[in-house]
């Protein structure tokens, strides 16, 4: 497919959209977005520990018939999504080993490959790591009932309730007459002949359950959770350690990274993100605070510490002042669907690397590079340690990540590092320009993380009331992109916003 072709994005959906001033309290903010591997289903997850699942609707019913009839060109068919179900994954917990309180956000979500109908996602908090099954079961309700007479207040009630197949045996081979139907009472519904007086409206509803916990296995805050090709395995990485697990295995892993020190004034770098090979089960590769990504082979031995690769940009790691180690700590990581390119997000822009070819990126593209001159300032709101997620189309020609003022970017493989369309996530994406923004929140980096890069520059002799080009209070860090066609979901604050091109 040709890359040369610029997209043009709309509006498609919003889901949870407040007013402007509205408050949002803290454990509504979004803090993951993933969609299902085919593109069927797409998940959330919030601070307060919930998720939201969404599932996608068929394109064929979105335009009525005498839409169609009137158009002189085939209706432009992109993915829509329905709120299926929501459930709380992490509670707050308390490890009283540490006296250290662990909170319910949600860090990282991964769905899993599927054997049947039934939904298999990983979901991870700063410590703990939870499988759960997400099936349905079709629901029958009493539409309409004409009682008789003699029946009681307590059957009535009774015959009002909603009955869930599956539950119980069902009494015939097809599993659609429900076993209470026979043992009825013979008052409670007049039978055909006396009239059609109740009608059966089935329906579906979605059933979510914990199926296994993986915990007391990170000692710090996971920041990715990875599945491996294999259909068996997947990756939990936190600041210094990588582990291993197998997912029907819940009490064991294996450690195959492990970055921490004899003493830990030695520590030099942090793990910031992990993530499996598309395609071959025995590669991995992982990023690092120093700006490092690292691919790594799991057959050379059991503890990888030698690295089969390892992609750094020379050009950049000539000025290694202290503000250029901070801001070339890469956020995020994705393979491309060919296995052969990775993008990867630090804070002033994305890069592409060729897996050939570990002295250089091939493209740089520039996200937050009018924030150049502000860098001690951020430093100072917290902002510099923000960590922005990046995605990738499916033919890895188009490549997107977040800013300030609620905007993100799409970048092509063909245009220049400034070609960037800027959107912003409302109903009207393409009303912004580029550089008009900046949020000002903590931090999302660990406090273990950041005090690595405060280290003896509490002071920067810099002016904190320096005025900042942007608006720090509103960011887009979390975005994800379709994986079959041109369609991104982010997310702003508790807002769920998407647009297809």
Known sequence: ??????????????????????????????????????????????????????????????????????????????????????????????????????????????????????????????????????????????????????????????????????????????????????????????????????????????????????????DYNINSISNNSDGETFISADELRINLWNMEVSNQCFNIVDLKPLHMEDLIEVITSAEFHPDYCNLLAYSSSRGFIRLVDMRQSALCDQNAKILLDHEARGSRSFFAQIIASISDIKFAKDGRHILSRDYMNLKLWDLHMESSPIAIFKINDYLQPKIPVLYNHDAIFDKFDCCISRDGHHFASGSYS???????????????????????????????????????????????????HDNTGSDASDEIPCDLKSKLIHLAWHPTTSLIACATKCSLYMYYA
């Open 1 to 218: 497919m040709s890359s040369s072709v610029a997209l043009e994005w709309k509006f498609s959906q919003v889901f949870g959209e407040k007013f402007p001033g509205e408050k949002v309290d803290d454990v509504d903010l979004i803090s993951v977005v993933e969609f299902e591997s085919r593109g069927d289903y797409l998940a959330t997850g919030d601070h307060g520990g919930r998720v939201v699942l969404f599932k996608r609707i068929d394109g064929k019913n979105l335009h009525p018939r005498k839409e169609l009839e009137h158009m002189d060109h085939p209706a432009t068919v992109h993915p829509r999504y329905f709120y299926k179900t929501e459930f709380q994954s992490h509670e707050l917990e308390f490890d009283y080993l540490k006296s250290l309180e662990i909170g319910e956000k949600i860090n990282k979500l991964r769905f899993c490959a599927t054997p049947n109908n039934s939904l298999f996602i990983l979901f991870t908090n700063d410590r703990t790591i939870k499988l759960w099954k997400v099936s349905e079961c079709k629901v029958k309700r009493v539409k309409e009932m004409e009682l008789s007479p003699n029946v009681s207040s307590e059957n009535a009630l009774l015959s009002e309730k909603s009955f869930v197949i599956g539950l119980n045996e069902s009494s015939v081979q097809n599993g659609n007459h429900l076993e209470w139907i026979n043992k009825k009472p013979r008052s409670v519904c007049p039978t055909p002949e006396e009239g059609p007086n109740m009608i059966f409206n089935v329906g579906e509803s979605a059933v979510a359950r914990c199926r296994r916990v993986y915990a007391h296995a990170h």
């Open 406 to 456: 609620n905007i993100f970017i799409v970048f092509s493989r063909d245009g220049g590092q400034d070609d960037g369309i800027t959107l912003e996530a409302t109903r009207n994406p393409n009303r912004v320009s580029r550089c008009q923004t900046a949020p000002r929140t903590a931090g999302l980096l660990s406090s273990f993380a950041r005090g690595l890069n405060r280290r003896g």
